[in-house]
């Protein structure tokens, strides 16, 4: 079934021929993941140009200052994702986003004019984080929130595990980019990911759909985690409403959305989860270019390039912490387990990654896996069954803000880990890496709770199965006979 475009819906979509719900959903998905790379990448640079910025540009020659930009825009990001996600779940999710793309791309072109300028201040440098941070964390509720309104249902999981390669794809892009603008002055290395992110908002304002009903199609159903969604287009399509701000169930408050089960422990394992992946976010490439491997120091740009490979093992962490949380029905087993194996993984990259550059690779890659499996697993598909939970009974919705939570706690973590890096690597990379392993080890703990409730559900759930697939051997043993019988 096609969509009657609404007279105030996305410009971009009035122009085309209408499109089926199954179209919208996959350009939903395409524009956000889009979006949402674009946000990582313009986060990328300042990890990429911290060696430059230590060996030639005053004040940042102690690495501890290079940790306050650092924690400043992350302290921002974390404070701002509360008001962020309040904000989205009350306002137009198309222009709201749309304006934190344009808005946040400005900003990090701002850090870079300070090359162009010459400005030594770190005041400068700060302040330009601290905007930055405040208006990137428009981002991630809003795109969750999106992505939420349109999919839902047990392959929750494997379908956000795929989407939430984004992270990495952006982080991969933004080292890329950064690394070669590097060579024609640092700040070329904000300037180009601040643009890119600014293109990437109009195309959001163009043609992004945030709800069903900006389309012509009804409400999609808010179906039980536990059931599977339809996917058809008929079951999902009904009348236009008369409004999108009456298509809208009331938004529901923070203290409200802290009360669903789940969400507070969910947000302190975030919290030391994204510890252990924004450090390595913001620090590898530094850790890399500063480690003899095999014997050679590689250049500011190739550890800016060997470190996307931690985002590699990252997406596919990301897949398969998705898929077998589904299978599982088990969020936070899943999420444990991964955060439990992230602590040797962790331990062997830096004790065997100088040996050589494969084995680097190899080990870094594999502590990508695990290090970015639970992140990814909770700030996506956790963070949309909270926010369509069973408690809220239907009569409200608190996608984003539950996402903003979640994902705000997270992000003081994330802010900590870099800046107590800065101070910690004073000591030598033996006390960062046992930092990690620590703060890996209590995220996981923290889920113990949880994965409690959990694991005898997913034994009787196995027991079934393997009664049904005895009892149904059993039956196709049995036909055989009755048929030489008669």
């Not at 179209?23 to 674009?38: D, I, M, Q």
């Not at 989205?88 to 850090?111: N, Q, T």
């Not at 809208?248 to 789940?262: E, F, N, Q, S």
């Not at 912490?321 to 194996?341: C, E, H, K, P, W």
């Amino acid at each position: 079934m096609h969509s009657p475009e609404r007279a105030d819906g996305p410009p971009g979509l009035r122009a085309l021929p209408a499109l089926s719900y199954n179209t919208h959903r996959a350009l939903v998905l395409g524009l956000t993941f889009l979006a949402y790379a674009l946000y990582h990448a313009s986060r990328k640079p300042p990890s990429i140009v911290k060696r430059e910025l230590a060996r030639s540009w005053p004040p940042f020659a102690d690495p501890a200052l290079l940790g306050a930009t650092d924690v400043a825009f992350l302290t921002s990001y974390s404070l701002g994702m509360f008001v962020a996600g309040h904000l989205g779940d009350r306002l137009d999710l198309r222009r709201f986003l749309a304006f934190g793309m344009a808005a946040s791309g400005a900003a990090v072109a701002l850090f870079g004019a300070g090359y162009f300028l010459g400005l030594h201040s770190l005041a400068f440098y700060v302040a330009a984080q601290v905007i930055a941070g405040l208006l990137q964390s428009t981002g991630w509720p809003s795109v969750v929130a999106i992505v939420g309104n349109w999919f839902c249902g047990r392959r929750r999981g494997l379908i956000m595990g795929v989407w939430n390669a984004h992270t990495s794809v952006g982080n991969i892009t933004g080292s890329l980019v950064a690394a070669a603008m590097l060579g024609y002055g640092w700040g070329w290395s904000f300037v180009v990911p601040g643009g890119l992110i600014a293109l990437g908002g109009a195309l959001v304002l163009l043609f992004l759909a945030p709800y069903p009903q900006y389309v012509g199609f009804g409400p999609a159903p808010i179906e039980p985690v536990a059931e599977e969604s339809t996917d058809g287009e008929d079951s999902s399509s009904s009348s236009v409403a008369s409004g999108v701000g009456k298509d809208r169930r009331d938004a529901v408050g923070i203290l409200k959305a802290l009360a669903i089960p789940g969400v507070v422990i969910f947000a302190l394992c975030l919290f030391f989860a994204k510890l252990v992946a924004y450090t390595f976010l913001y620090w590898l490439p530094f850790y890399l270019s500063q480690t003899a491997i095999g014997g050679e120091h590689m250049s500011a740009a190739s550890a800016g390039y060997i470190s996307v490979l931690f985002d590699v093992g990252g997406i596919i962490g990301g897949i398969l912490a998705g898929f077998i949380s589904d299978q599982l029905n088990a969020r936070a087993t899943t999420a444990a387990v991964f955060m439990y194996l992230a602590i040797p993984s962790l331990f062997l990259f830096h004790a065997y990654g100088s040996i050589s550059k494969a084995t680097n690779i190899g080990l870094m890659m594999i502590s990508g896996l695990f290090v970015n499996g639970p992140y990814a697993l909770i700030t996506t598909a956790v963070s949309a069954d909270l926010g369509t939970h069973k408690s809220l009974k239907g009569d409200s919705r608190a996608l984003a803000t539950v996402t903003a939570i979640i994902d705000g706690t997270g992000s003081l973590g994330a802010a900590l880990g870099p800046f107590l890096t800065g101070f910690i690597s004073r000591r030598g990379w033996d006390s960062v890496f046992v930092m990690l392993a620590l703060c890996a080890f209590v995220a996981a703990v923290l889920l113990s709770s949880h994965v409690k409730i959990e694991i005898p559900q997913i034994i009787e759930k196995w027991r079934n199965r393997s009664t049904n697939m005895r009892i149904e051997n059993e039956d196709h043993g049995v036909q055989p006979l009755l048929e030489e019988e008669s």
